[in-house]
């Protein structure tokens, strides 16, 4: 019997479909000029330790100056899940030398990485004119996966808020172009920021939420999404699930 369970226990391993494959990650944003709010979010992700990693929706700087990177990147330490960055508006700074110092640290504005049985894509769409045509190959390439889907942008496609439909990505015919491309590949979840608040919503299949309560002024009231927060997602053999998590409780 030992001899089996022996057996049974190496065969698993050398088929990971045999365990479920459980993990969670947390998704914040526009922590700009809150850098109190933004130490309170990071210390309740740090009571939390089933957070694996976390990504941020962008606008971690006010004027994307280097002083400014170094203080975030500094504050983003402290927290024990590791954090993905995503270039937002305000990070490009003056000229765009803000763009120039996240490429030092991430080679590119847009990537991916693979985290079981997922795959994250963080897009750059900060710029006014738009993905580009480079991004745009790229894109299709890394959507192009068996992997359940989550992809993470600074400009909603949509304002799922409801409260500031003007506030989204520059260019309706990109947006028309990009929510189809995720449609295509059947993309589970759409995070954004821009929108200083909480708000989720279901359109074409795909679960989109904005996450943008991570530290500057907020743009609602509480009672329409107008509260500091991140958003845990749990990955469950195939089941995910999202909720809200306050930073504070009152």
Not at 13 to 33: E, I, L, M, W, Y
Not at 45 to 61: E, H, I, K, P, R
Not at 72 to 90: F, Q
Not at 239 to 245: A, E, G, H, N, Y
Request: overall charge neutral.
């Amino acid at each position: 019997m030992k001899r089996l369970f022996l057996f049974l226990l190496l065969l698993c391993a050398a088929h990971t479909a045999c365990f479920a494959d459980k993990f969670s990650f947390a998704v914040f944003g526009d922590n700009r000029d809150g850098d109190e709010v933004f130490m309170d979010l990071v210390r309740n992700m740090n009571s939390d330790s089933s957070l694996q990693f976390a990504v941020n929706t962008g606008d971690m700087t006010s004027k994307g100056s280097k002083g400014e990177y170094d203080n975030y990147w500094s504050m983003a330490g402290e927290s024990k899940a590791r954090i993905y960055d995503t270039m937002g508006n305000h990070d490009l700074g003056f000229m765009g030398i803000g763009e120039g110092i996240f490429r030092k640290k991430y080679v590119s504005t847009y990537y991916y990485f693979d985290h079981g049985d997922s795959r994250f894509i963080i897009i750059d769409n900060s710029k006014s004119k738009g993905l580009g045509r480079k991004q745009w190959a790229w894109l299709e390439k890394a959507l192009d996966t068996d992997k359940y889907i989550f992809v993470f942008m600074h400009k909603p496609l949509f304002d799922v808020t409801g409260m500031y439909p003007g506030h989204v990505m520059d260019s309706k015919t990109e947006s028309k172009k990009l929510d189809e491309l995720l449609v295509k590949f059947r993309v589970k979840y759409v995070f954004a920021g821009h929108i200083h608040g909480y708000g989720r919503q279901a359109i074409n299949g795909i679960t989109y939420i904005i996450t943008a309560g991570g530290g500057a002024p907020l743009y609602m009231p509480a009672f329409s999404g107008g509260y500091y927060h991140y958003v845990k997602v749990i990955v469950d053999d195939g089941k995910i699930s999202d909720k809200v998590v306050k930073v504070f409780n009152d």
